[in-house]
T-cell receptor
């Protein structure tokens, strides 16, 4: 059973460009969360998708948007890239049932903005 | 969610127990304590969580003080593969917080031979 997968593993963009990152959740999971991790810091919550809608959002500008597909996979889009967007972007999946459910993280996509 | 305070780093000898402290003095009665770890170049991995009772699983033990203002994660026999950043997170388990984990800077644990 494959865990959470993300693509691409590495990406280099220039300021002002747009980027799309992809995530496939663990089999059976229906909820996807995205995090940004700057070098030397802990991951910061961007947003969460469930039933193809954004359910929660962290303190990130509208340049960050997402989408969830019927098969529960998800995309993270970042427009008008800034140097400060350089980070590891992590995707986590979970099953949305009552109570707590463990989040499983993917290996991340390393984005470098030049 | 309550804030947590962890030491930035600590060393541990292979085979010995590693005791990782976490302060969460403003924790509320309905907030759980979670521990995750992140091995270099990987995503975070869940370790254990608890509300007020001590918890143990195959990876670690979690000791929560009676006043719940601090906790300790215990890795009973540290191995080199336990070298990682360990995060202590306090959060409420409800629909508003599902999926929203608030990570701090964590503790860099280095296990040495």
């Amino acid at each position: 059973d494959a865990g959470v997968t993300q693509s691409p593993t590495h990406l280099i963009k220039t300021r002002g460009q747009q980027v799309t990152l992809r995530c496939s959740p663990k089999s059976g999971h229906d909820t996807v969360s995205w995090y940004q991790q700057a070098l030397g810091q802990g991951p910061q919550f961007i947003f969460q998708y469930y039933e193809e809608e954004e359910r929660q959002r962290g303190n990130f500008p509208d340049r960050f948007s997402g989408h969830q597909f019927p098969n529960y996979s998800s995309e993270l889009n970042v427009n008008a890239l800034l140097l400060g967007d350089s980070a590891l972007y992590l995707c986590a999946s979970s099953l949305s049932t009552g109570g707590w459910n463990e989040q499983f993280f993917g290996p991340g996509t390393r984005l470098t903005v030049l | 969610d309550a804030k947590t305070t962890q030491p930035p780093s600590m060393d541990c000898a292979e085979g010995r127990a590693a005791n990782l402290p976490c302060n969460h003095s403003t924790i509320s009665g309905n907030e759980y304590v979670y521990w995750y770890r992140q091995i270099h170049s990987q995503g975070p991995q869940y370790i254990i969580h608890g509300l007020k009772n001590n918890e143990t699983n195959e990876m670690a033990s979690l000791i929560i003080t009676e006043d719940r203002k601090s906790s300790t994660l215990i890795l009973p026999h540290a191995t080199l593969r336990d070298t990682a950043v360990y995060y202590c997170i306090v959060r409420v388990d409800n629909a508003d917080s599902w999926g929203k984990l608030q990570f701090g800077a964590g503790t860099q644990v280095v296990v040495t031979p």
